[in-house]
């Protein structure tokens, strides 16, 4: 009797060690998880200003920004940034005109002077 219950104890004593380095792999694996997350959203982020900086430098004139928002607002949505405006102003200081080009997450929302 007291063998069997010395087995017991020794083998309850191994399966508490065993959930409790579970648990704490868990944990570890959960905050390691947490922080690839926010590494990969990082990544996506400069994906996206990477993208639109190489579609605003191939543009020829400032008729192609309309292209970049919508290119941007695409590029944001895809990265899962949330927002409810995208917009560009070009200023001319020459002239000191003003031109905003923009878009809403529905779509295109115009440009104005």
Not at 13 to 29: E, H, I, P
Not at 57 to 76: F, H, Q
């Amino acid at each position: 009797m007291i063998l069997l219950l010395g087995a017991i104890g020794v083998q309850t004593t191994r399966v508490v060690k065993r959930d409790r380095r579970l648990k704490n792999s868990n944990v570890a694996l959960s905050m390691a998880n947490h922080d690839l997350f926010g590494l990969d959203r990082d990544l996506q982020r400069d994906r996206v200003v990477e993208s639109v900086r190489a579609e605003v430098t191939g543009m020829r004139s400032a008729d192609g920004l309309r292209e970049v928002v919508g290119k941007m607002l695409g590029e944001l949505s895809e990265a899962g940034v949330e927002f409810d405006l995208c917009v560009i102003n070009v200023v001319d200081e020459d002239t000191s005109v003003r031109q905003q080009y923009g878009a809403t997450a529905k779509g295109w929302s115009g440009q104005a002077e």
